[in-house]
């Protein structure tokens, strides 16, 4: 049997996020995004459809590697000006039932502690419907903004994020126990006192004692979301992430990733199907053919070729404006992002400055743009999906919200009627949606569930990361300390 696909709406609180240039266009309400209604009618337009989530990306710094200035970016609106993801959730999830939210936060420039208690506060709030895609910056930028003397190293990065990984593990699933909180009002008791535990952490980055602010969430630990396919990014999905947003402009591409991606969480014990696997995926929705190349003609004209340079330069660190128009790309390993930088500059794929621009310059180049009527991108998304062995996508806008209206409006009904799209929703959390029948919580097999009731002390033994090897696959177990002792 076909599996169901999921769809989730990919947004960002800003004026240009993925497709720029287009933000110019007169049906377009992307400038709106500083107004609350503008996040609570897209909520409802989703929930309207379905999807999942609707899952908010972010960035702390500027794409200032272009000409070597921010300035591109900024006079652009590239993902400059952009707000805060987080708070915009509890107004959508007011003017929601359904809709699952994943919110994006980076674990080099913070501490943990806060984090941890805002994303229990958000799970709260909207009963179970929150992810966390959890990122580590890429942005030089971002790093002195928060204090720090330099960009931190890519995998420094990575093991940084370990770290904050396991702090958020121990809040969260460990300092307090399932039946703390007891709500005795004849004694006048809230919270059982014996059941809540400090963490005692101390690690090479980060010192936390706990215990955690934020009685046990609905799902306690949010849906790890997780983007990155580096070496060391791939190693840290296989541990953590429980949905991945799998990049690449080639369906092949695409596919051996994930095919990698089931194989490392089979090898790790996981299961071939514990993470989803979701890709990008632009689409122009129309009721004719004509009305199609209408729309793709104006996208195609209102493209910011320059804006897409921008945004490359911040991701992968290549500024293609130093380079010579028939100067092949070089990958030296830039510490931005390294999938990033190595797409076009090592392989088969490997291109000269002007193919790179040339590449850029259509959105039909990406085989992850389809235009065509329901029934046409309906066949599409089916091959894809069982080509690249997906589970869905992050459906990127052209318009606000005009890409996202077609979709519910005309996709949707479609893949229903093909029986590959759901017709109601049927779970309360964001984790059940995803992995029916598995409950709200963190799996067993999971990394994080390791620290479930590891600090109270009636456990006779303890799950924790060893301090003398760093590899982040290897758990082992330690005889436990005290409730309140140092981990």
């Known amino acids: 049997m076909s599996k169901e696909i999921h769809f989730n709406g990919f947004e960002m609180n800003t004026v240009s996020h993925i497709n720029h240039g287009l933000w110019v266009h007169p ?126 190293k890519h995998d420094d990065r990575y093991d940084l994020a370990e770290e904050f990984l396991d702090v958020s593990y121990k809040l969260w699933e460990g300092s307090w126990e399932d039946d703390a909180v007891i709500r005795d009002r004849g004694r006048g008791v809230y919270t059982d006192p014996a059941k809540v535990h400090e963490i005692g952490h101390e690690g090479k980055y980060f010192t936390v004692d706990g215990p955690h602010l934020s009685e046990p969430s609905p799902q306690r630990t949010p849906v790890i979301y997780q983007a990155g396919t580096s070496e060391r990014g791939k190693a840290f999905a296989t541990q953590h992430a429980e ?119 259509d959105p039909r180049n990406d085989e992850f743009f389809i235009a065509g009527t329901a029934e046409q991108v309906a066949d599409r998304i089916e091959e894809i999906v069982d080509q690249a062995d997906l589970d869905g996508f992050n459906i990127v806008q052209f318009l606000s919200p005009g890409t996202f209206t077609d979709v519910v409006e005309q996709l949707v009904p479609e893949l229903q009627k093909r029986g590959r799209y759901r017709k109601e929703y049927r779970e309360s959390t964001l984790r059940e949606r995803l992995f029916p029948g598995a409950g709200p919580l963190l799996p067993a097999t999971h990394r994080g569930a390791t620290y479930r009731g590891a600090f109270g002390a009636g456990r006779a033994e303890r799950i924790t990361i060893s301090e003398t090897d760093r590899d982040p696959s290897q758990l082992v177990s330690q005889t436990a300390a005290p409730a309140g002792a140092k981990a």
């Open 27 to 152: 049906e377009n309400r992307r400038h709106h995004y500083t107004d609350l209604e503008y996040w609570t009618e897209t909520a409802q337009l989703l929930e309207r459809g379905l999807f999942d989530a609707i899952f908010l990306a972010d960035v702390v710094g500027t794409y200032n590697v272009y000409r070597g200035s921010r300035d591109p970016a900024v006079e652009r609106g590239l993902q400059v000006p952009n707000n805060d993801p987080y708070l915009v959730v509890p107004a959508m999830a007011a003017a929601t039932k359904h809709l699952g939210f994943a919110v994006t936060y980076s674990t080099t420039y913070e501490p943990p502690f806060g984090n941890a208690r805002r994303l229990s506060t958000l799970d709260h709030l909207t009963k179970g419907r929150l992810a966390w895609n959890v990122v580590t910056g890429y942005l030089p930028d971002a790093a002195r903004n928060f204090g720090l003397p330099a960009h931190v």
């Open 243 to 361: 949905a991945v947003f799998v990049g690449g402009r080639s369906v092949q591409r695409v596919a051996a990733s994930v095919a990698d991606l089931r194989a490392r969480a089979e090898a790790a014990g996981r299961g071939r199907n514990a993470i989803k696997a979701l890709a990008s995926l632009n689409i122009v929705l129309g009721e004719t053919e004509a009305e199609v190349k209408r729309k793709v003609e104006e996208v195609v004209r209102l493209r910011d070729v320059e804006g897409h340079l921008v945004h490359f330069g911040g991701g992968s660190g290549i500024d293609i404006a130093s380079l010579e128009t028939d100067e092949y790309l070089k990958y030296v390993g830039r510490d931005h992002g390294q999938t990033a930088e190595a797409e076009f500059s090592t392989g088969p794929n490997r291109k000269r400055a002007h193919e790179v621009i040339d590449s850029m310059s």
